[in-house]
């Protein structure tokens, strides 16, 4: 439950604004100059945050669509991400972003028309390429939906360009929004995955592994296209049969027509970004797990990278042409 | 396995305020000959400063109470007394999570985790005493200050302003009584005592996430580390706790020589470690 709104002065009747507030009654409002000085604050403590985040809305001035990392890329030939919010409503213990922010609040970025002009001038000057853009790297695309409505407005951006894919990656099984639209073939609902018994260990407030893939089933029988992404993939005792097991789930659900791609990665983190998250939660399991310190992102050791990326590519390969499958890894 | 003391610093401006608290707190007085007066209950986990009127005071009695009392970094903070408000008195106890220095202008914002069910208000610290309430905001002298350090000592999210109204436009300060403050915190001492409940658990919480575990001080005193041992050694006895969590430590490496066998027989058990996710709690 949201206790208190934080809201930039220069926003605060911008039309977006007045419609999120209408949600939220008589929630205590505070006037903000601009949102850094609530959310860029260092003496927060992320972890207690969490239990309670509040609310800012802001709007994005710079950076609204930049160059996505060399390790995206499903198949475009110029890949963007950009993002209307930053944090999330779930709890993954691999987040960057608990490691990346120094607050747990959402701050919503109202000015969606000033990102769609910023896509909308990409589009233009690129005919000749295939441009993909990925939403939902620094938040959840779907999970807020019904505060922020950013799908409902972005997927008819998008439904004017040939030339342009949307990615929407999400763990969300609010799929309202997309059940009032006809499916469109340049956008791909991408959904992150991992094994029922590590989802469960990890993903803390998320859908369950099941309830995900029943949503995807569904998207796909009302003919969305699907993303599925293994990212990050994440060792234990019997991670093959684990990893076997959703593969199997997944196969026996969801028909290969409907996806779109499918994308690995290992589990990685920026050393400073490691650093933050193992504070937060020192008696985290997964941060216990056969890591090694590689230069700049801890890792697992390149053997066990290697070993469980190849298992995983063939597997998948059983179900999805090799052409969808896409091996996301970073540069160290 | 670790154990910790609850801790709760306390910083109030006037005795006529802090009485009630020291009181229901059963603190005793800790030292009144240096700058501040300082109290704490008999088992140190509740201090409590006088720091009298004013900014400079507040900051510095702040500071002063965190040093005396060897105030661990998962504190909580807490800042109680009386305000002045430009509207209808209440009688409640009132949490703030927006507080401006009005000599400057700059603003703060505590996000506090505790005290879902009270009201929340915003607060003006100025420097001298004025009549000039701003409706819908509180007034005092301390706020600002008290927050800007206790939260760098601690977290935003553990630092708390609580106010009760006392004065206003229809009753200046001047007429207010220190009985009729001391009455006024008596008054809502059961809800703040629920209110402490709440925070003495949060910091127990974040005392078990930032102190260092028994077992690695025990190994300190045990081996001669380098510097980037003794890294070393708190990063793996980390990761030892998380994994093996009832398991006793030294029963592995009582026998080792040195700080490098230590070192390499912890890794050998953890490396070797695979994490069941299925049994996993
Ligand atoms: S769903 Fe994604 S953005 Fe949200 S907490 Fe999990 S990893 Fe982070």
Known sequence: MIKCIYIEDEIKDHP???????????????????????FNKKSQNFRLQKSNPALILARKHQGLVLDAPDSFGIGGTKNYYFSHM???????????????????????????????????????????ENLTFFSGYDCDSLALENITGFVEHTLPVFQKFDNA??????????LKPLLEFTPMKNCVIAFSLMPRAMSDSLDHKTPKIS??????????ELGWKIGLRFDPLVHGKDWKILYKELFDEIELNVPETAIHSVSVGPLRFPKNIFKNISKLYPEEKLFAGPLVNSPRTPSYAENVEKEMTDYCLEHISRFVPKSAIFNCVSSN | MREFNKAIRWVVALKCEAE????????????????????????????LVLSGIGQINSA????????????????????????GYGGKKLKDLLLVDEVQQFSTGHTLYPGPVIGNNLRRYSLITVDKPSKNYKQGHLVDMEGYAFFEIASRLSSQQLTIILKIISDGPDEPLELIKPETVTESISRIINNLKTLVQELENICLGEAKRLAQPKAYKKC??????????????????????????????????????????????ISKHTQKYEIDWINSD
């Not at chain 1, 507030?21 to 609530?38: C, E, H, M, P, Q």
């Not at chain 1, 990346?100 to 000057?125: G, P, Q, R, T, W």
């Not at chain 2, 009630?20 to 201090?47: A, L």
């Not at chain 2, 510095?60 to 305000?83: H, M, Q, R, V």
């Open chain 1, 16 to 38: 977006r604004t007045l419609s999120i507030l209408d949600r939220f009654g008589s929630t205590r409002r505070i006037k903000i100059k601009r949102y850094g000085d609530v």
């Open chain 1, 86 to 128: 930053f944090n999330c409503i779930y709890d993954c213990r691999y987040c960057f972003l608990q490691g990346m922010y120094s607050s747990a609040n959402y701050v919503v970025f109202v000015n969606y028309e000033d990102f769609d002009k910023n896509i909308e001038d990409l589009v233009n000057s690129n005919p000749n």
């Open chain 1, 165 to 174: 894919l949307l990615e929407l990656r999400t763990k969300s099984i609010q």
């Open chain 1, 211 to 220: 309830e995900r893939i029943k949503a995807i089933s569904k998207l796909a």
């Open chain 2, 20 to 47: 009630p608290i020291i009181q229901y707190f059963k603190m005793d007085c800790y030292i009144n000959t240096g700058p501040f007066s300082v109290f704490c209950d008999r088992e140190k986990e509740h201090w």
């Open chain 2, 60 to 83: 510095s009695a702040t500071t002063y109470l965190s040093e005396i009392s060897d105030a661990p970094p998962w504190a909580g903070w807490i800042n109680i007394g009386i305000a």
């Open chain 2, 220 to 265: 300190i005193q045990t081996w001669h580390f380098t510097s980037s041992q003794k890294t070393k050694c708190l990063e793996l006895i980390r990761k030892w706790e998380s994994i093996f969590p009832s398991k006793d430590l030294f029963s592995i490496i009582s026998m080792e020589n040195d700080a490098k066998s230590v070192l390499s027989k």
